[in-house]
């Protein structure tokens, strides 16, 4: 299994608070991904990362902002967290674009 | 705007049965589509990857087909196993960007023993 670990693994906040989700790999690939899976909506695409400091929304990227200023490393924040922010987030990773991504075990964030 | 759709959405089989899950995209400029399994409360887990130029791949019991000019792809699972069950998904990467990945909704597979 490719290493990425994701912390913490389930969190429960309050309206108006900040959240913030770490994302970590010991696989060293330069491309990593947040999303987020909702019944009725399956998994859409927050933000991803191509490289150190260089990130781009994705479909649902609206209230999240993402940073990574190591490889390793790819954080994920709600700066005011809403219920509609409820919500299973998946890290994954992949080495090359257009490529197998790997997936890390979620974590369950609940709001409110 | 790619859209993935899957059927169906929930499948009961009983164990041994030989079984397909159906996949459609609606842009076939797609760069490459992949099946993931996921189990309850887990992340996902790759199953099998096709590049566009493909037509299928084999994985064990596994075989997955492409067909882009029709925008769909198949799942085979042969002589199904109650440790098959669990969601199925597919999703397309774009063929522009190559960073887009678009996941169809998901077939449960409960395999009866």
């Known amino acids: 299994d490719a290493g990425i670990t994701q912390s913490p693994r389930h969190k429960v906040t309050e309206t108006g608070t900040p959240v913030t989700l770490r994302c970590h790999q010991t696989e060293n690939h330069r491309y990593m991904y947040w999303y987020r899976q909702d019944p009725g909506h399956g998994l859409r695409l927050i933000h991803y990362?191509?490289?150190?400091?260089?990130?781009d929304k994705g479909e649902v990227s609206d209230g999240y902002s993402v940073s990574r200023s190591k490889t390793e490393d790819f954080l994920l924040t709600l700066e005011s967290a809403t219920s509609s922010q409820t919500s299973v987030y998946f890290c994954?990773?992949?080495?090359?674009?257009?490529?197998?991504?790997?997936f890390g075990p979620g974590t369950r964030l609940l709001v409110l | 705007k790619q859209e993935v759709t899957q059927i169906p959405a929930a499948l009961s089989v009983p164990e041994g049965e030989n079984l397909v899950l159906n996949c459609s995209f609606t842009d076939s400029a797609i760069y490459n589509l992949q099946w993931f399994r996921q189990d309850p409360g887990k992340g996902l887990t790759s199953l099998l990857l096709?590049?566009?130029?493909?037509r299928e791949q084999t994985s064990g019991r596994l075989n997955a087909s492409l067909d882009k000019s029709s925008g769909r792809s198949t799942l085979y699972i042969a002589a199904s196993q109650p440790g098959d069950s669990a969601t199925y998904l597919c999703a397309v990467i774009e063929g522009t960007s190559y960073d887009k990945v678009i996941f169809g909704p998901g077939t449960s597979l409960s395999v009866i023993p």
């Open positions: 096709i590049q566009s130029s493909q």
């Open positions: 990362s191509y490289g150190v400091k260089d990130t």
């Open positions: 994954a990773i992949t080495p090359f674009k257009g490529e197998t991504q790997y």
